[in-house]
């Protein structure tokens, strides 16, 4: 089972601001990541797949990179609805696909 | 629009069984392979069976393996997940999800509101 780590847990961040959010695989899945988003008491929303595209309806200042084991997802410039947990996800080796444990955008 | 209506939740004790149900609307329930995601308390998510659009394969998370079916019915366009020998551990909101296609079949894109189990004496 691949193990996805995401860094850091935690992220606290003001509007306006960049962020960017870090993810690790135990082992290489080529461009086989998702990024997810969710707000609390809601379902998951797929940001990004292919480690890189944006699913439909998301906006450009989210944007994904890597490949192999080291991803990122950056968020340009943070507006109030992007505050949320953000998991990343790999569907390379399946199954089990498997999640990191998620990273909490808290506004500073 | 697509809608994924989870259903069957609640509070059950350790050993004994919970079906759950997800009612499909908007979509052609039989061409799309469909799965369950849980997300215990606070946790994160965690990936717990997928059944291909024709119900002829199906694949389980080694945690609930053997305890667990998932199953559905093109004729009431609803999925299923049978829950025998329950454990407290299996405690957690249970979504169903679409993936964007089948050639993107783990890009779950698509998501109910989730139904509740609590396994507790």
């Known amino acids: 089972e691949i193990v996805m780590t995401q860094s850091p847990a935690s992220l606290s961040a003001s509007p306006g601001e960049r962020a960017t959010l870090s993810c690790r695989a135990s082992q290489s899945v080529s461009s086989n990541l998702a990024w997810y988003q969710q707000k609390p008491g809601q379902a998951p929303r797929l940001l990004i797949y292919g480690a890189s595209t944006r699913a439909t309806g998301i906006p450009a200042r989210f944007s994904g990179s890597g490949s192999g084991t080291e991803f990122t997802l950056t968020i340009s410039s943070l507006q109030s609805e992007d505050f949320a947990v953000y998991y990343c996800q790999q569907y390379k080796n399946w199954p089990p696909v498997t999640f990191g444990q998620g990273t909490r955008l808290e506004i500073k | 629009q697509v809608q994924l209506v989870e259903s069957g939740g609640g509070v059950v004790q350790p050993g004994r069984s919970l079906r759950l149900s997800c009612a499909a609307a908007?979509?052609?329930?039989?061409?799309?392979?469909l799965h369950w995601v849980r997300q215990a308390p606070g946790k994160g998510l965690e990936w717990v069976a997928l059944?291909?659009?024709?119900?002829?394969?199906?694949y389980y998370a080694d945690s609930v393996k053997g305890r667990f079916s998932i199953s559905r019915d093109s004729s009431k366009n609803t999925l299923y997940l049978q829950m025998n020998s329950l454990r407290p551990e299996d405690t957690a909101v249970y979504y169903c999800?679409?993936?964007?296609?089948?050639?993107?079949?783990?890009?779950?894109?698509?998501w109910g509101q989730g139904t509740l189990v609590t396994v507790s004496s």
């Open positions: 908007g979509f052609t329930f039989s061409t799309y392979g």
């Open positions: 059944i291909s659009y024709d119900g002829s394969s199906k």
């Open positions: 999800a679409r993936p964007l296609g089948n050639l993107l079949l783990f890009l779950l894109d698509q």
